[in-house]
């Protein structure tokens, strides 16, 4: 499968739900992956066969799935994963269907979704409070864009980065949870989408890769909170798109895989943030 999403549960256990097959199929199809003895097994099927959905792990251990598509349609359907029952649940309906949209978990436990795409790019934002199963609406970005990242900063602000527009996105915008209103904030030095964003140890938020006018990017750049600011950083010795990143234990980003301008990568380098190089 692919276009599905995957999920660390709090007993460590990996979820996986959704996607597409090869053969051009969406699924419902649910697994479990045991990294103690690396084994899969089923568990019960989603409600819903989706793909380009979120999947988001609540305060309380359960799964949030939200949006996504089913065949041609966009989908404002959500539920959720009970892994103490292994059951799914209908909860609640988002008030915009969407696809390729960001689901960020803030502070207080509620889920921040935003934009996304229903045949064409969309700004709005929702919030879904667990505790009352309840969506509502909040402000909406100032930019359309799908195929960005959210990210969560220290500050419990969220910083929306990039994506995609009728072309490449360039600006950057902050949600702050205390209003619901999003800023501007200083926009990136390159416009791209499908890139990563990585919150460091220090604060600061690592962009890297992405495509801009169908050319992959090796190019990173640093967010600074404190600042406001973009500054460049040390480049990838892949050009990639589609990728993956991971910030590991030592503090450093893991990338893997993607895809470059004429073939999928299998390649993997690692960010050390006290020397700005990739290795």
């Known amino acids: ?31 479990l992956y045991d990294s103690s003895t690396g084994v899969w097994t089923n568990t019960v099927n989603m409600i819903n066969p989706r793909y380009y959905h979120t ?9 949030l799935v939200a949006g996504g598509q089913h065949m041609a349609d966009y989908l404002a359907s959500t539920e959720l994963y009970d892994p103490s029952t292994e059951s799914w649940t209908v909860t609640g309906t988002m008030s915009t269907a969407r696809s390729y949209h960001t689901a960020s978990i803030l502070a207080n436990g509620t889920v921040l ?37 959210a990210s969560v900063l220290k500050n419990g602000k969220v910083l929306v980065v990039g994506g995609f527009y009728y072309d490449d996105v360039s600006t950057a915008e902050l949600y702050d949870p205390s209003t619901g209103l999003w800023t501007y904030t200083n926009s990136m030095n390159d416009a791209r989408h499908l890139h990563t964003a990585s919150v460091l140890a220090n604060g600061k938020v690592l962009v890297a890769g992405g495509s801009s006018n169908d050319v992959a990017l090796n190019s990173a750049e640093l967010y600074d909170p404190s600042t406001g600011l973009w500054i460049v950083t040390g480049s990838m010795n892949h050009a990639r798109y589609s990728h993956t990143a ?5 503090g450093k980003v893991l990338v893997v895989g993607g895809e470059s301008d004429d073939d999928f990568l299998s390649s993997v380098e690692s960010y050390d943030p006290l020397t700005e190089s990739w290795t």
């Open 113 to 149: 979704i935003t934009g996304g795409e229903t045949i064409e790019p969309i700004e709005t934002s929702e919030l879904y409070d667990p505790s009352i199963g309840l969506w509502t609406k909040t402000g909406s970005m100032k930019d359309a864009r799908y195929h960005h990242t």
């Open 246 to 250: 991971s910030v590991l234990a030592n």
């Open 55 to 63: 999947a988001s792990v609540l305060t309380d251990g359960k799964v």
């Open 1 to 31: 499968r692919f276009e599905h999403t995957a999920s660390v549960l709090t007993n460590g256990i990996v979820l996986i739900n959704g996607g597409s097959s090869s053969s051009s199929s969406d699924s419902a199809v649910t697994e």
